[in-house]
């Protein structure tokens, strides 16, 4: 059975599907599993490469702590968005 999204009560109903036409999505998620790990490898090494040619830390200890602090500052305003993101997408979610 394959189910279509409903528009008018957002909710999800169920639609029959042709006969003998029965396919698995176990193939389609583990793909999209796999792109989703090697994504993140790839993020999580540019970030790394990124930290250490931009020397952060090393420029606080010749007394140029405006880097970190710049860097600080902008890491709390994304957790800051994401959690105000997170708060308003609780409170529309549907009761169910």
Not at 6 to 33: C, F, K, M, W
């Amino acid at each position: 059975m394959s189910k279509q999204f409903n528009r008018r009560d957002d909710r999800y109903q169920t639609v029959p599907a042709a006969e003998g036409e029965h396919r698995s999505i176990a193939p389609v998620e583990l793909l999209t599993t796999a792109a989703l790990a090697l994504s993140t490898a790839v993020a999580v090494t540019a970030v790394s490469i990124g930290m250490a040619r931009a020397d952060v830390i090393g420029s606080v200890n010749n007394g140029d702590s405006a880097p970190l602090a710049i860097a600080a500052l902008i890491g709390l305003l994304f957790s800051g968005v994401g959690g105000l993101t997170a708060l308003i997408a609780r409170d529309s979610a549907p009761q169910g």
